[in-house]
């Protein structure tokens, strides 16, 4: 998904939000050819605009045109594919939740709510920062004896 937005980040701003989903969805696979044409309202005037997208150059244009389309078709079309990638999201961030629920060294319920997981993560985050900082310590510690151990030894070498 990552993959998704970086190829869709520049048609942000210059193309309509109805381009941009159907960009996605085409770059989800839900669409087999590399330049397709959807039907797109831009408002509720009897003329049409149609949004073609050519998946390998990423672009997206509005074109013009008279043609009367079936709006209750065009839309539930668009409604399907919005609803699908709405649930593809949701998966998503659901199984990211329950990687990161695994990931952590206490044992959550499978039922832990999000709202746990997460204060759970950022709790075990700020104890391994906090023992970072200690081992930081101790190791500056040893460098410090190490080199007046270094020095200790140089000077006995030198007087003998």
Do not use: W
């Not at 869709?8 to 996605?24: F, G, K, M, Q, V």
């Not at 989800?28 to 831009?42: T, V």
């Not at 900082?133 to 460098?143: D, F, L, T, Y």
């Amino acid at each position: 998904m990552n993959d998704i937005f970086q190829n869709t980040t520049h048609l942000r701003e210059s193309s309509t939000s109805a381009c941009l989903i159907e960009e996605l969805a085409s770059f989800s696979g839900e669409h087999n050819s590399s330049e397709m044409k959807y039907p797109h309202q831009s408002n509720r005037s009897s003329s049409s605009k149609s949004c073609r997208i050519d998946v390998e150059e990423g672009n997206c244009s509005l074109d013009s045109s008279n043609s009367t389309n079936n709006d209750a078709e065009n839309s539930a079309t668009r409604r399907a594919l919005h609803n699908a990638l709405e649930r593809s999201r949701r998966n998503q961030i659901k199984e990211a939740f329950t990687l990161l629920r695994e990931a952590l060294p206490m044992k959550l319920d499978s039922k832990s709510s999000r709202a746990t997981i997460l204060n759970c993560a950022a709790a075990y985050v700020m104890s391994l920062q906090s023992r970072i900082q200690s081992h930081q310590k101790e190791i500056e510690e040893c460098n410090r004896a190490i080199k007046e151990l270094e020095a200790e030894i140089t000077n006995t070498t030198s007087s003998s």
